[in-house]
């Protein structure tokens, strides 16, 4: 696939309103059975890798050098900043996962609680979240460092 | 890498952009493969040489 500047913004912009109407989709139709569960979040990740797909190959070799680099110190810092931090303290904060040591006749229990699938989406789409966070702020980081450099 | 794009799109009174829609690739990373902050892949190398008539070695050697 040749480089075409067009093709990624499309491709990209495309990843972004398949992922945001997918989510909509989710929060506008409750309740959720766990098979509209599993289909949406496959649909999401076939279609955004898909999509991904030609959104990195639509880049020349210079700009996936990059994307490369970026994707990986910015993994680094999600994992240090983001993930380490947040998810597991949250993860331990959180009465949902607590749940089974409260007893239910404290009333301290969740009052709703989502099927597994939709915890385990949540925070699979934290950690990418975090993950493109932190691919943009190496991006940031890159650019200032270039240009230090002169 | 040091190299003689800058000298060689001069001659032939090329811009960045220009040149770089002629090879295929973003005018930013022309210009990071000119400045040397980027290294460019061989058959890339091998692209921008035949597009000025030259070696590979005229265009990457030691400037």
């Known amino acids: 696939m040749t480089y075409s500047r067009k093709r990624y913004w499309l491709a990209l912009g495309a990843v972004l309103a398949v992922s945001a109407s997918m989510t909509l989709i989710f929060l506008i139709f409750e309740p959720h059975s766990a098979l509209m569960t599993t289909a949406i979040s496959m649909a999401v990740v076939a279609v955004s890798g898909g999509l991904g797909f030609v959104a990195y190959f639509s880049l020349d070799e210079?700009?996936?050098?990059?994307?490369?680099?970026a994707w990986y110190y910015g993994g680094l810092l999600a994992i240090l900043f983001g993930f380490a931090p947040f998810v597991l303290l949250m993860s331990n904060s959180l009465l949902e996962t607590m749940t089974r040591f409260v007893p239910g006749a404290?009333?301290?229990?969740p009052s709703k609680l989502h099927s597994p699938t939709v915890y385990f989406g949540l925070g699979a789409g934290m950690v990418l979240g975090m993950q493109v966070m932190g691919h943009l702020i190496a991006h940031v980081v890159f650019k200032i460092a270039g240009r230090a450099r002169g | 890498m040091k190299n003689r794009i800058k000298v060689l799109r001069a001659e032939k009174n090329w811009s960045q952009a220009e040149l770089a829609e002629r090879i295929g690739i973003a005018r930013q990373s022309l210009n990071a493969i000119e400045n040397g902050k980027a290294d460019p892949s061989l058959p890339l190398g091998m692209r921008i040489a035949k597009i000025f008539g030259v070696r590979v070695e005229d265009v990457f050697g030691e400037a």
Request: aromatic share 0%; no cysteine.
């Open chain 1, 106 to 109: 404290s009333g301290m229990g």
């Open chain 1, 62 to 69: 210079i700009q996936r050098q990059n994307e490369i680099r």
